[in-house]
């Protein structure tokens, strides 16, 4: 046996261990997200959260019907750190550094406890409480169920086996103490609905389809209690836009990316929009959705990724997600961190992703810019736009395009005072409000705009005066003219008024 060199025994003092196991930054809801991966890898099919209000003596519980846990593993279950991170897992095993339960629990409240039942029968409880470490400073795993929550701690009877984890002295949730109860309790209730929303975006693989694998209920166990999926891609709207599913291999292990483009607000009623925007809204959830074992970890952000600069989410992009998903090894080479709520992309995949980001983005801008519903490639390429960029050596100028039907009818009548119109063109160009327009769009974005089936009188008597303009003086027929018409900004946005135009004009 090798001879051990000299060496003193520095174990880490427990007093100040679980103080810094507190600060690693878990919200409300991404420490319940990360109890009940704990219930997912336990073959749980059925998790109830509830979040009870009691004032100071408010706890929060998450119940499950999976397999439990002996003893001796629920010992092991308790420890900080019981895991070995670069052990390969099963690929059902959502955990990785096995400190999850720990501190995710610990990160909301002063006492955590665990009773289980194992499907070998026999019911083992052990608690935490931080409380008591901070008296004596040591690595004390107690016995039983704490006094105050003997009344919360219950396995149901019907259970052959599961887990109940119970929280409580919400220091973290509650506050330090609760000045006025009416607020506290109405802060309570706000977070508890933001856990929800959380459980619904997070868990949406698995709780999704008539037949779900796993069924969520929040403050209750009937049907209206059970978490609904929220579907970040809008995948059923016909409006949807996807690139196919690209899969490739590296080091870490197999992974898909799969693009959506979202559609713009004029396609969805009040409600879908409201509803597609999300928990951390539409400029929140631009970019990339990042999925280990189908188990969301990240809900936008584009990762580090652009040429140069890195993207930031400006709302411009906000139509475009893309799905990633990984698997539940190579968690190293993605940098995925403790509250599994971030990913970074390795080296070798950075070109490959970045490639399939531009197309989406690309496609995005395209019809939030110019609200054309869901166009197809080859319309996109023949649009006339009312304005054009041009780019050169001082940047990118918006310019209007003198082939739109509209201006080139105009400059063609003008005669001698085309130069005048002309002029009155490179003024207008010259002093369009960029900034401010950004400014202006931007904070009224997330408002519902009125759908595009709506035309105002004005435009449809620019419609109707432009449509005999190219059946009487540029001789085209009336299909020809409709046609055309399809392709013109902003009448493109408004098919059926132009099919709805008469053979022979008024």
Excluded: C
Excluded at 128 to 148: A, S, Y
Excluded at 282 to 295: A, I, Q, T
Excluded at 320 to 328: E, F, G, K, S
Excluded at 479 to 504: C, G, K, N, Y
């Amino acid at each position: 046996m090798k001879e051990m060199p000299p060496h003193d025994e520095a174990p880490p003092r427990a007093r100040g261990m679980f103080d810094s196991l507190r600060g690693i930054g878990y919200s409300t809801p991404t420490a319940i997200a990360d109890l009940i991966d704990n219930s997912i890898t336990a073959g749980a099919r059925r998790v109830r959260v509830d979040f009870i209000w009691r004032g100071d003596r408010s706890v929060i519980r998450v119940l499950d019907d999976g397999r439990g846990m002996p003893e001796t593993r629920l010992i092991e279950a308790m420890r900080p750190a019981s895991h070995d991170p670069s052990v390969a897992r099963h690929s059902d095993d959502l955990g990785r550094f096995g400190l999850g339960l720990k501190t995710a629990s610990l990160s909301q409240g002063r006492l955590l406890s665990v009773v289980t039942r194992s499907v070998e029968g026999g019911i083992s409880a052990r608690f935490w409480d931080l409380d008591h470490v901070l008296t004596i400073d040591k690595w004390h795993l107690l016995h039983g169920i704490p006094t105050e929550l003997t009344d919360d701690a219950v396995l149901p009877t019907g259970f052959a086996s599961g887990t109940i984890v119970v929280i409580g002295r919400l220091d973290r949730v509650l506050g330090v103490e609760i000045a006025d109860e009416t607020l506290g309790r109405q802060r309570f209730h706000a977070i508890a609905r933001n856990v929800e929303r959380h459980l619904g975006m997070t868990f949406h693989r698995y709780i999704e389809g008539s037949k779900p694998e796993l069924t969520i209920t929040f403050n209750g166990d009937d049907n209206a209690s059970v978490i609904l999926p929220w579907d970040p891609f809008m995948q059923t709207h016909p409006a949807t836009t996807k690139t196919p599913v690209e899969r490739f291999n590296h080091s870490g292990g197999s992974i898909e990316v799969q693009g959506f483009v979202l559609p713009h607000r004029d396609r969805l009623t009040s409600d879908q929009f409201e509803n597609a925007e999300g928990p951390s809204g539409w400029l929140g959830h631009e970019g990339f959705f990042v999925y280990r074992g189908r188990r969301l970890l990240a809900s936008g952000g584009w990762m580090g990724l652009g040429p140069g600069r890195p993207w930031v989410q400006n709302g411009m992009h906000r139509l475009a997600r893309l799905r990633l998903d990984l698997p539940t090894s190579g968690d190293h080479l993605w940098k995925v961190d403790i509250r599994k709520s971030s990913a970074t992309p390795p080296a070798a995949l950075r070109n490959r992703l970045q490639g399939l980001a531009e197309k989406v983005r690309r496609d995005a801008r395209e019809i939030f810019a110019h609200r054309s519903g869901r166009p197809t490639r080859q319309a996109q390429e023949r649009m006339v736009r009312a304005w054009t960029a041009v780019h050169d050596a001082r940047g990118i100028s918006y310019k209007v395009d003198r082939t739109h039907p509209s201006v080139r009818r105009v400059l063609d009548a003008a005669g001698d005072q085309r130069r005048v119109i002309e002029d009155m063109l490179s003024v207008i160009e010259s002093t369009v409000p960029v900034q401010r327009i950004w400014m202006d769009h931007t904070e009224g974005a997330d408002l519902p705009a009125p759908p595009a089936a709506d035309m105002s009188l004005e435009e449809r008597t620019r419609l109707a005066s432009l449509y005999r303009h190219m059946r009487t003086d540029l001789g085209l027929s009336a299909d020809a003219a409709r046609e055309r018409l399809t392709t013109v900004d902003p009448f493109a946005m408004f098919p059926d008024a132009v099919s709805q135009l008469p053979d022979e004009p008024a």
